[in-house]
């Protein structure tokens, strides 16, 4: 079966650190993305990740453990705009298939 | 700006009408995708076309129909739809299949089943 868990929502302060969590389990794995959504929007590529460690993109970084199924974004100095939904997806083998968990809604109050 | 433009942005009709979403990318990709968001639900696949050829078709009823004339266009006709079928259909597209293609996504058709 195919399974991806990540919390439904989180609460940060602005200018706070928060980390948004996402396991997995699917059939094959060729890659993890991070997808951020803002209400009404499309969801907007973040990051990629398809070998364990930590990729750093300006505030955001994400990371990757393959043997845990794991992963998590971490957000830094966080803005009111990183108000949002997250989404976590795990590129499946064979033809693109991108299988998306249900997304953390993430609110930043001031 | 994505580069995925989707049109109406907004769809509200009947079960027994007939309609169409169009989804059109400017990003020169090869591979164009039909999702469905609902509420408290995971994305969900439903076409895959790779190079005008459909390579997926996720089990969906075939009160959905898509279309894909070329690889810039893409769209899904709808036929004597359902309530439940209420949603947020978002189109993507990808440079190619397979690992490292990054999907990137219109803003969506919000249609409501009435």
């Known amino acids: 079966g195919q399974n991806i868990d990540q919390p439904t929502e989180m609460t940060a302060t602005e200018g706070a650190i928060v980390q948004i969590n996402c396991t997995y389990q699917?059939?094959?794995?060729?890659?993890l993305f991070w997808y951020q959504q803002h209400a009404g929007e499309a969801p907007t590529f973040l990051s990629y990740?398809?070998?364990?460690g930590l990729e750093e993109k300006g505030r955001f970084s994400s990371f990757l453990s393959r043997s845990k199924g794991y992963s998590y974004l971490l957000l830094k100095e966080l803005q009111m705009k990183d108000s949002a939904s997250y989404l976590c997806?795990?590129?499946?083998?064979?033809?693109?298939?991108?299988?998306f968990g249900t997304g953390t809604r993430l609110l930043v109050s001031p | 700006e994505t580069g995925v433009t989707q049109t109406p942005r907004h769809l509200v009709m009947g079960m027994t009408n007939k309609k169409s979403l169009k989804c059109e990318q400017h990003?020169?990709?090869?591979?164009m995708y039909w999702y469905k968001q609902s509420a408290k639900k995971p994305l969900e696949l439903m076409f895959v076309?790779?190079?005008?050829?459909?390579?997926e078709n996720n089990s969906v009823p075939s009160r959905f129909s898509p279309e894909c004339p070329n690889s810039s266009h893409l769209f899904l006709h709808l036929h004597t739809l359902q309530p439940e079928d209420s949603a947020l259909y978002l189109c993507?597209?990808?440079?190619?299949?397979?690992?490292?293609?990054?999907?990137?996504f219109g803003e969506g058709s919000w249609l409501t089943v009435v």
């Open positions: 993507a597209s990808s440079q190619g299949q397979g690992p490292g293609n990054t999907i990137y």
């Open positions: 699917t059939s094959g794995f060729n890659g």
């Open positions: 990740n398809v070998l364990d």
């Open positions: 997806a795990v590129l499946n083998t064979g033809f693109q298939k991108l299988v």
């Open positions: 990003l020169g990709h090869n591979a």
């Open positions: 076309y790779n190079f005008k050829e459909q390579t």
